[in-house]
């Protein structure tokens, strides 16, 4: 069992930064690969980012909704801390979702659907 607790998210005005935590409770959180989706009021949920349990491997949506989040998202863990990380830089007002992180024992990609525990999320809000 891994229970996951997102933090960071918040107000802020278009082009500004905000990094995002998400602890993970439990001793085996180094063998998971972790993933950031998010999803926005009206809208299905989305891969953002994701890494490997090893923090070798990082991987990022190419396009979510037609606006890339490569070069301005950046995913990083520290499995001494239990943490994952998603910085965030350039934020756009259509990056305004709840961010959710998410663990998966044996899959890294983007298949939500493939992520076995889910943190409650962080409201990010990016202002115009």
């Known amino acids: 069992q891994v229970q996951l607790v997102e933090s960071g998210g918040g107000l802020v005005q278009a082009g500004g930064s905000l990094r995002l935590s998400c602890a993970a409770s439990g001793r085996a959180f180094s063998s998971y690969a972790m993933g950031w989706f998010r999803q926005a009021p009206g809208k299905e949920r989305e891969f953002v980012s994701s890494?490997?349990?090893?923090?070798?491997?990082?991987?990022?949506?190419?396009?979510v909704q037609g606006r890339s989040v490569q070069g301005r998202f950046s995913i990083s863990r520290d499995n001494a801390k239990n943490t994952v990380y998603l910085q965030m830089n350039s934020l756009k007002p259509e990056d305004t979702a709840v961010y959710y992180c998410a663990a998966s024992r044996y899959y890294s990609g983007s298949s939500y659907s493939r992520y076995d525990y889910w943190g409650r999320g962080t409201q990010v809000t990016v202002s115009s």
């Open positions: 890494i490997s349990w090893s923090g070798d491997s990082t991987y990022y949506a190419d396009s």
